[in-house]
């Protein structure tokens, strides 16, 4: 069974650093877009980065300069290097991918279980 899991949330200072880790679990055929989302208390889910599979990118306005997404191939896992973090940027963060699972002839879009981001002096 595929999976996302995630780590390298947590509390952290107002222009301080993180890196989000997801990696993928499970027989995978292949993986085409990934990316990184994010849902504060009482918004909506948006959108803060992803990358397909030919190395593409793209940022949310908001976080532009300072995330930068990353994808390993060789280990399934795609990255999210926060810094220059603001109390803004506090928002549960999940991943999603698009995963192609083995014996599978069409791509599932699958999310991680989300891993809680907060900036805070």
């Known amino acids: 069974q595929v999976q996302l899991v995630e780590s390298g949330g947590g509390l952290v200072q107002p222009g301080g650093s993180l890196r989000l880790s997801c990696a993928v679990s499970?027989?995978?055929?292949?993986?085409?877009?990934m990316g990184w989302y994010r849902q504060a208390p009482g918004a909506q889910r948006e959108l803060v980065a992803g990358?397909?599979?030919?190395?593409?990118?793209n940022y949310a306005d908001s976080v532009k300069g300072r995330f930068t997404i990353s994808r390993d191939h060789a280990k399934n896992t795609v990255y999210l290097q926060m810094n220059s973090l603001k109390p803004e940027d506090t928002a549960v963060y999940y991943c999603?991918?698009?995963?192609?699972?083995?014996?599978?002839?069409?791509?599932?879009?699958?999310w991680g279980q989300g891993t809680q981001v907060t900036v805070s002096a």
């Open positions: 999603n991918a698009n995963i192609r699972p083995t014996g599978n002839l069409v791509y599932v879009n699958y």
């Open positions: 499970g027989s995978v055929f292949s993986i085409s877009a």
């Open positions: 990358t397909t599979s030919g190395g593409s990118t």
